[in-house]
């Protein structure tokens, strides 16, 4: 009986023996089957989009805080980066398919917001149905004019990315979204139409209450083609400033106009070969910039926006691109030089710097701050009261940037094409790089 026994516990521990030793090498082929195949790009199934997002990291570029790369497999580029309730905020557009659970086909663009911490932490990452135009920061989120397809729309979000509202423009005529502004409680959607017969770009404008119920709508059509620069309060209503050009002419198109009234228009021959690349306030009147072969004109307008002086700010013709911009004061950049602008269009203090064109603008309400692009590079201008300070930022080909300057720093992103260790595979093509920068 006890021999018998002592057979059955040796055949017991020989099958435990036995099951083990299957489960060991079932476990050992799974690692081993995962570890042949971690250079592959992970499918939505296995890689949710916070991991795929890389966290912060120290900055190769000693003079910023820290740095992190959000992408897909494919090419994002960032619209607006914006800072609230300390937190981060970057809101672009991506074609890659990896980045959401939609299944949506590769290559096509869609619009996304991703929400990180102080320190530069992945807290959300959210891929819209729509493209993104602009965003603005409001009260309960966010304000973001997009598409979806050929349909422009206006779109509100919650501080957690999320769509709370949304509205539509008609689909009658392909539109682009290409503008928002906020004015008297009022949302202002601007989107433009091209008609492939005419040649022309047409500008619709939809205005909006705050709960998005359509009060007016508006468009603006010329001989020849209009092309968005801004829309301003003026007098009891608003103005639209549009560039144009006619049999090789170019004119500055102001439109005024109020919620009830058509709008009137005033144009301003500018000559041959003349483009309007900006129209800000200036003074009691106005200023917009123009770049003819390569050369700098400034026109001032009074509060009538009738022509009162034009000014050369450069002969020297160059490549660059020509524009006009208010951060803490109004600068304009000549492609060699920021100027920046009197109340009578005269210069008080000028600044070398020559990027291939201005990628974004800010202010904290006591210096400047601009990003240019050109060269591969991104080149940063601080310009304070009392210090002004150039430097160039290690970013691989960058092609578009916005920044966000607050009290103590200023947030950059970036599109960039840097390939890094810590990467992996997740990231291919053109990413958003985010970085933080002390300031003096």
Known sequence: MKKILQKRQLQTVMLLFAVIFILLCGVAYTISTRDSGSASIPTVSEKP??????????????????????????????????????????????????????????????????????????????VFDF???????????????????????????????????????PPTHALTACGLYVFDNRYFLVAESFNEITQKKTLLLHVYTTGLSLEREKVFSHTYSLELLDILPYKDGYILAAAADFQELGYLTLARFTTISEPAYTDLNLGYAYTPAAFLPLGAGYASISDRD?????????????????????????????????????FAYTGEKLIELSADGRSVGS????????????????????????????????????????????????????????????????????KTDDCADFFGESDVWLAKLPLL
């Open 294 to 330: 390569g050369n700098c004109e400034l026109l001032l307008l009074d509060e009538n926006l009738t022509k009162t002086d034009v000014k050369f700010l450069t002969k020297t013709p160059n490549a660059n691109k020509k524009t006009l911009f208010y951060a803490a004061g109004t």
């Open 131 to 169: 493209t993104v135009a602009k965003a603005i920061p409001t009260l309960s989120g966010f304000a973001v004019a997009g598409n979806e397809g050929s349909v422009a729309g206006l779109y509100l979000l919650s501080d957690t990315l999320s769509v709370t509202a949304k509205v539509m423009m």
């Open 351 to 418: 600044v070398e710097f020559a990027p291939k064109e201005i990628a974004a603008f800010a202010s904290n309400g006591t210096a400047a701050f601009v990003a240019g692009i050109g060269s591969g590079k991104l080149d940063i201008a601080y310009i304070g009261k009392q210090t002004t300070e150039l430097y160039s930022l290690s970013v691989e080909s960058p092609s578009c940037a916005a920044i966000c300057a607050g009290g103590t720093s200023l947030l950059i992103a970036a599109d960039t094409r840097a």
């Open 49 to 126: 989009p916070h991991e795929i997002l890389r966290e912060a990291r120290a900055s190769a570029n000693e003079r910023i805080m820290w740095e992190t790369n959000l992408g897909g497999t494919e090419n994002e580029s960032p619209v607006s980066v914006f800072t609230k309730n300390n937190e981060i905020y970057i809101f672009g557009n991506t074609n890659s398919s990896d980045l959401d659970f939609a299944a949506n086909s590769q290559g096509k663009t869609r619009g996304f917001g991703a929400r990180l911490s102080a320190s530069g932490r992945t807290l959300g990452f959210t």
